[in-house]
C-alpha cells in the first residue's frame, strides 16, 4: 500500500513538472509589444538668423524603447533580427518620409538633414510655421506586418522666432528605477554620466541603491536621482572595464521611469509591475 502512494506522489511530481516546464515553453504566435517614441523638445528652428547658410548643426535626439515580442502563453519569443524605421509625415501618416534606418534605439536629427527633408516634401522653401509628426515603424524578420509605436509633433520654423526667449529651460530632478533580468548576471549596477558633465563622477560612476521595500514587497527597485543637468548620456556598467560589462543607457532623459535591463539592453517596463 505505502509503494502505491509513494508510486502516485512520484507520477504527481511528474506531472507537476511537465505542466510547469510546458508552461514555460513557447507556446501560440508572437504577440508584438511596439516601441514608445519620446522627444525632449516639441520646437525647432533649422536658422538663427534669414542670413545663415543651412549647415548640418545638431537639433536633437529622437529616442525610442526596445521592441517587446512575447509568445501568446506570455513566454518571450525570437523575432529574428529588428529594424527600427523614423518616419516624418503629417499626423495621417498618409505619404511617411524616412529620416533613419537602424538597429539602435535613437536618431540624431541635424538641422541641414531636416531641411532638406522638408523642402522636399512640401515642394519647395518654407516661410511659416510648420507641424510634422514622427512615429517609428518597426520590422521583424519573423513578424508579417510591420507594428508601429506612437507619433509625437514637432513645431518647426525655418528661422529663429523673434518671440523666442533665450533662457535655459528649467530641467527638473528625475529618478530612474532599474531591475535585474533573470538573465542578468551583474551583481552591482553602476551608472556612469557624461556630457556637460560627470555627474556621478570618473568610470565607473555611482553604484545603484535598493529602494527601500514596502510592506508585502519581496524584492524592491535599485535606482538613481539624475539632477537637471543636460546634455547627459548614460552608460550602465557592472563596475569593471571591457565592452561586454556595460552599454549605452539614456540620452537626456525628462522623466521619471522604470527599465528591466539584462547584461547588454534595456527595457522600459510599468513602475507598478
Not at 548640418?56 to 521592441?67: D, G, V, Y
Not at 551583474?186 to 554620466?193: F, H, P, Q, R
Request: proline residues 4%; hydrophobic residues 40%; glycine residues 6%.
Amino acid at each position: 500500500m505505502k509503494n502505491l502512494k509513494h508510486f502516485g506522489l512520484i507520477i504527481l511530481a511528474i506531472t507537476f513538472f511537465a505542466c510547469e516546464n510546458y508552461e514555460r515553453k513557447p507556446q501560440g504566435n508572437i504577440v508584438p509589444t511596439a516601441s514608445v517614441l519620446k522627444i525632449a523638445q516639441n520646437s525647432v528652428w533649422l536658422k538663427d538668423s534669414v542670413n545663415e547658410v543651412f549647415v548640418n548643426k545638431f537639433l536633437m535626439r529622437i529616442n525610442w524603447t526596445e521592441a517587446r515580442f512575447t509568445c501568446e502563453n506570455g513566454v518571450p519569443a525570437e523575432a529574428g533580427a529588428v529594424q527600427y524605421i523614423l518616419e516624418m509625415d503629417t499626423a495621417d501618416f498618409s505619404s511617411p518620409v524616412v529620416l533613419a534606418t537602424t538597429e539602435k534605439l535613437f536618431a540624431d536629427l541635424f538641422s541641414g538633414f531636416l531641411h532638406e527633408k522638408i523642402v522636399n516634401w512640401y515642394g519647395g522653401e518654407i516661410d511659416t510655421t510648420k507641424y510634422i509628426s514622427f512615429r517609428v515603424k518597426i520590422i521583424a524578420e519573423k513578424l508579417s506586418e510591420p507594428i508601429f509605436s506612437n507619433s509625437l509633433a514637432l513645431k518647426v520654423d525655418n528661422v529663429k522666432p523673434e518671440d523666442e526667449i533665450a533662457v535655459t529651460p528649467e530641467i527638473p530632478e528625475i529618478t530612474v528605477k532599474i531591475r535585474k533580468a533573470a538573465e542578468c548576471a551583474w551583481e552591482n549596477i553602476y551608472v556612469y554620466a557624461w556630457g556637460a558633465e560627470e555627474i556621478y563622477g570618473g568610470w565607473p560612476g555611482q553604484m545603484l541603491i535598493a529602494e527601500e521595500l514596502q510592506e508585502g514587497q519581496e524584492s524592491g527597485w535599485l535606482y538613481f536621482v539624475l539632477p537637471g543637468i543636460r546634455p547627459v548620456n548614460l552608460i550602465l556598467n557592472k563596475g569593471t572595464g571591457g565592452e561586454d560589462n556595460q552599454f549605452d543607457f539614456l540620452y537626456n532623459p525628462t522623466e521619471n521611469g522604470c527599465y528591466e535591463i539584462t547584461n547588454s539592453t534595456f527595457t522600459e517596463v510599468d513602475c507598478e509591475e
